[in-house]
């Protein structure tokens, strides 16, 4: 069995959204209960990334380290086009990535308790961003 | 088709364990012959690599590098709870992955013959892990 | 369903080449119009890289960066067998990882628009390198 569903979020600019609930309750519609679930963000400047979701210190650090090794602007990007977050969203996407695929158990992502998917908006402005969630399994 | 089971490690603290064979005895033992295997670590401290198998100073060299490129307990780090290794574990486990998707052809996971799949602990003290292993296919 | 197929590219050294193409024509073989694509490279010194594929710039100040924070044979590296580009070259790997999982929707890969899929040759020498692709669903 497949399952697709494409899910939009607008982004307040630079920074990052829980998304878990969002993919569970797929995962939930489609009726799978073991196999897995795949999730794409359909854009090059923004990414997914599964994290500890208790503390929110844990965030900021993860934004503090990212400007501290991909510095905005730096000398040698050639691709400045968009402005000095340009090429810098581009190699956090890369550094980071726009795909993750999680187990489905008993009808549910199995996450740790610990674990919470994020999606990480690279850019400064606010955008929509598409999301495409692919649930396979029995 | 779909096969799932829970493996459990215990880490020594911060290294990297060859996790390869027990992984082909899963997609063994799910009796799929064409597909793919997905594994995933239920932790934010942890993750996983496909790295070079032979050469032990490889695993020395990515060791080195993840320290260099993230300094335990920097001061630029709010998050500093459990002490100066948790917040890099955290960045350490974004930068490497916690899930990978290998094909399986002819009955096992089709890996290059310098492939090994590295179970990598962040923390600097011993911790339990949980992986959760997917076959899907034919 | 599940259809599997080997690919071999010779890379010309130190680059990347968009293969996004040759996925999709994979894709519409497999007669499947829902579900996901994998794709994986059987090397520890080449991976796979979603990015911008309209300005060539993006690709070279990607080629830029990663030369900025792995740096060729620097002397923390104990593993220098291959020459200066062979620890550096699986740490990108490591860093960009080898393999990617794509949704597949109407037959095609979903891709963002401005998404293309680029093999990355991480050694400064040709290479001939396999990639393996596993399309499944419906």
Chains 1, 2, 3 share one sequence.
Request: net charge negative; glycine share 6%; charged share 15%.
């Amino acid at each position: 069995m497949v399952f697709q569903q494409q899910l939009n979020f607008a982004t307040r600019g630079r920074s990052t959204t829980n998304i878990t609930n969002e993919i569970q309750q797929i995962v939930a519609k489609s009726s799978i209960s073991i196999g897995t679930c795949h999730v794409f963000v359909q854009h090059t400047s923004a990414s997914l990334m599964l994290c500890e979701n208790a503390d929110p210190d844990v965030q900021i650090d993860m934004e503090t380290y990212m400007q501290h090794i991909v510095p905005d602007g730096d000398a040698m990007f050639l691709h400045q086009d968009e402005g000095p977050d340009d090429m810098s969203a581009h190699i956090r996407t890369v550094l980071t990535n726009p795909d993750v695929t999680l187990p489905v158990s008993n009808g549910c992502c199995d996450l740790g308790i610990w674990q919470g998917l994020f999606l990480w908006e690279h850019r400064t402005h606010p955008h929509q961003r598409r999301v495409i969630v692919t649930v396979q399994g029995e």
